[in-house]
Nanobody, 121 residues
Framework: QVQVAESGGGSVQSGGSLRLACVVS????????MNWHRQAPGKRRELVAG????QTKYSDSVKGRFTIVRDRNTVYLQMDRLKPEDTAIYSC??????????????????WGQGTLVTVSS
């Protein structure tokens, strides 16, 4: 059983900051890449930021304003200089390595339930 839980969403005015957190817990051996996605009403889901073995990546829309940081099985998304167009449900997605009863393991991706970020002008 693996749980992915986000927190930190809320409402903020344009130019403000928020920090999201995502904790992965449960029967896991390791957590590999961790990513933040977002989906605004009427729009497609967008990969916002990701971190894998210390390497980070960002979408062009948030580069220079958002920072992804990982601490063991927790990943944070620091969001600065927020804009109204950042309003969306933000979801955490993680690639988790799970041990089998034998000597093997397998990777599986898990998603959190999402947290709403609202930026007003």
């Amino acid at each position: 059983q693996v749980q992915v839980a986000e927190s930190g969403g809320g409402s903020v005015q344009s130019g403000g900051s928020l920090r999201l957190a995502c904790v992965v817990s449960g029967n896991i051996f390791s957590v590999k890449d961790m990513n933040w996605h977002r989906q605004a009403p009427g729009k497609r889901r967008e990969l916002v930021a990701g971190i894998n073995r210390g390497q980070t990546k960002y979408s062009d829309s948030v580069k220079g304003r958002f920072t992804i940081v990982r601490d063991r099985n927790t990943v944070y998304l620091q969001m600065d200089r927020l804009k109204p167009e950042d309003t969306a449900i933000y979801s955490c997605e993680c690639n988790v390595e799970i041990l089998t009863d034998g000597l093997g393991s397998y990777d599986e991706r898990f998603w959190g339930q999402g947290t709403l970020v609202t930026v007003s002008s």
